[in-house]
T-cell receptor, first 114, second 112 residues
Framework: EAQVTQNPRYLITVTGKKLTVTCSQNMNHEYMSWYRQDPGLGLRQIYYSMNVEVTDKGDVPEGYKVSRKEKRNFPLILESPSPNQTSLYFC?????????????FGPGTRLLVL | GNSVTQMEGPVTLSEEAFLTINCTYTATGYPSLFWYVQYPGEGLQLLLKATKADDKGSNKGFEATYRKETTSFHLEKGSVQVSDSAVYFCALTMNRDDKIIFGKGTRLHILP
């Protein structure tokens, strides 16, 4: 079954404690992306990756890092989380050939930073 | 820059009512347009799309027509069901671009 998985699904942490949210896809997609969803703001893109070792900033990259060492994985790293990073995070992947209309989303990770 | 504007929700309707969720866009050039649906506790799923002017996307009884003259892509359904309760996002992407721009989402409640 084609899917994007994220872990953990729920996370409560404290300000300044580094955390990583993992994302993995099994469709051999070239592109992957992270979004955050906030009430009244919709989805905003954080970072995206066009292939292994190739990443670029989205609209709201401040406070986040990513890496793409393998095609299937695209972890999101918060080096020093702050309360304004409390949000619902989605990872997504899509085929470079077929385009964004083939984008698959993960189930989401709800993060609370105290 | 490019942007998407959706009607604010929540929208509350009775079962079998007619649904319209408005979406307008601003873009330089000719975007592809999408509607995504997010059911409670889940990620987004592509509902329908249109890639050029006058195209009509349709799926699960939902339809939207790409109107270049009014820069709109309104979502419609003739008879909604309780199971259609979800958040709906309008989105655009410029061809050959790697970014997708989402509207803020419209929450839909359908009452039995």
């Amino acid at each position: 079954e084609a899917q994007v998985t994220q872990n953990p699904r729920y996370l409560i942490t404290v300000t300044g404690k580094k955390l990583t949210v993992t994302c993995s896809q099994n469709m051999n997609h070239e592109y992957m992306s992270w979004y955050r969803q906030d009430p009244g703001l919709g989805l905003r893109q954080i970072y995206y990756s066009m292939n292994v070792e190739v990443t670029d900033k989205g609209d709201v990259p401040e406070g986040y890092k990513v890496s793409r060492k393998e095609k299937r994985n695209f972890p999101l790293i918060l080096e020093s989380p702050s309360p304004n990073q409390t949000s619902l995070y989605f990872c997504a992947s899509w085929s470079g050939l077929a385009g964004l209309e083939t984008q698959y989303f993960g189930p989401g990770t709800r993060l609370l930073v105290l | 820059g490019n942007s998407v504007t959706q009607m604010e929700g929540p929208v509350t309707l009775s079962e079998e009512a007619f649904l319209t969720i408005n979406c307008t866009y601003t873009a330089t050039g000719y975007p592809s347009l999408f509607w995504y649906v997010q059911y409670p506790g889940e990620g987004l799923q592509l509902l329908l799309k249109a890639t050029k002017a006058d195209d009509k996307g349709s799926n699960k009884g939902f339809e939207a027509t790409y109107r270049k003259e009014t820069t709109s892509f309104h979502l419609e359904k003739g008879s909604v069901q309780v199971s259609d309760s979800a958040v709906y996002f309008c989105a655009l992407t410029m061809n050959r671009d790697d970014k997708i721009i989402f509207g803020k989402g419209t929450r839909l409640h359908i009452l039995p």
